[in-house]
């Protein structure tokens, strides 16, 4: 089992109401996405998150219940849902505005985390806006540095620059995370926020020195790339009509951690030693996954059996 921390929150996606441009509420939040892809895939995965128990948390809920992702972790908050309203424009990526002062997912507290995990538990996800706001992005800290060692730990910053008050401050607690994971997934356009003027790559590779096992970097329309212990490799953009890009690189991560489960290798020491050849195959495995999500509108990643059917139709 795949235990995956952080924010389920609600996406106000633009769409049109009768003659009026308008939103509609759709289930999101990084975290809350990986586990759903991954739940999708077939892999078992439980949330770890504080979830409201207003009417937009009721729909995170039933939406996680419905597919299959495992609740057993999750806090019920009196405090509200936090909500995030998608602005689209032509050939760019989605831009998000949050309003989540005083949410719920912000507010885990140390003391509802659980003291253990479940003995099946092999990998932890953190990733996202919960380990920025204040004061759950302390408590997934601790969670964090608690668990190495012990569990694989996952690593998906998920820049949002919006939400980050002091870039220099951020840049050191990210990379004291870096130094924690053993799995990073990181765009190129983050790198490029955070590290204006270096080429991803060599940041990829000096993160590779602070301690992980496995950095890959996702470059939207170029593909993607790994750097391990071992080797690196890289993987071609899979071709298709894109409807939108939100929820692709939760996708990719749902795909990347799917695969180290399907092969047995969800553990620090198997992703230290994969090779050329089995990297490309993780990459284009989770690249294929979040191929498929951006043909259908919103968060809304494949199916096992659908993937199966969509590789087929591109053999």
């Not at 060692?149 to 919006?162: A, E, H, M, Q, T």
């Not at 990379?175 to 270096?198: H, R």
């Not at 009509?241 to 020491?269: C, E, I």
């Amino acid at each position: 089992m795949i235990v995956v921390c952080g924010e389920a929150l609600v996406d106000m996606v633009p769409s049109k109401c009768g003659t009026e441009d308008g939103y509609v509420p759709r289930p999101g939040g990084s975290p809350s996405n990986v586990a759903v892809g991954l739940a999708r895939l077939e892999v078992a995965v439980a949330f770890l998150g504080k979830v409201s128990s207003d009417p937009f948390g009721r729909l995170l809920r039933g939406h996680l219940e419905t597919n299959a992702v495992d609740l057993r972790y999750v806090v019920t908050g009196t405090e509200h849902t936090t909500l995030a309203f998608v602005e689209r424009r032509p050939g760019e990526e989605e831009e998000y505005s949050f309003y989540a002062e005083n949410s719920a997912d912000r507010n885990l507290r140390p003391q509802e985390l659980p003291a253990t995990f479940a003995p099946e538990v092999a990998g932890i996800h953190f990733g996202s806006i919960s380990l920025v706001l204040e004061p759950g992005a302390a408590t997934l800290e601790a969670c964090m540095r608690r668990e190495r060692g012990r569990l694989l730990i996952s690593l998906d910053p998920n820049v949002r620059p919006f939400l980050i008050g002091d870039a220099a401050a951020y840049r050191v607690r990210l990379e004291g995370w870096v130094a924690t994971a053993d799995l990073i997934k990181v765009s190129a356009a983050d790198l490029g926020w955070l590290y204006p003027g270096v080429p991803a790559d060599r940041v990829a590779r000096e993160w590779l020195e602070l301690g992980p096992a496995l950095v890959v970097v996702t470059r939207g329309s170029q593909g993607s790339s790994a750097y391990g212990r071992r080797a690196e490799a890289s993987a071609a953009p899979i071709p298709v009509k894109v409807v939108d890009t939100v929820g692709a690189g939760d996708s990719f991560t749902s795909g990347a951690l799917g695969w180290l489960h399907r092969t047995g290798r969800l553990d620090r020491t198997p992703v230290a030693e994969l090779s050329e050849v089995e990297l490309g195959e993780l990459l284009g495995y989770a690249g294929l996954v979040s191929a498929f999500t951006c043909t259908r509108a919103g968060a809304d990643p494949p199916s096992q059996a659908e993937l199966a059917a969509f590789a087929r139709s591109r053999a």
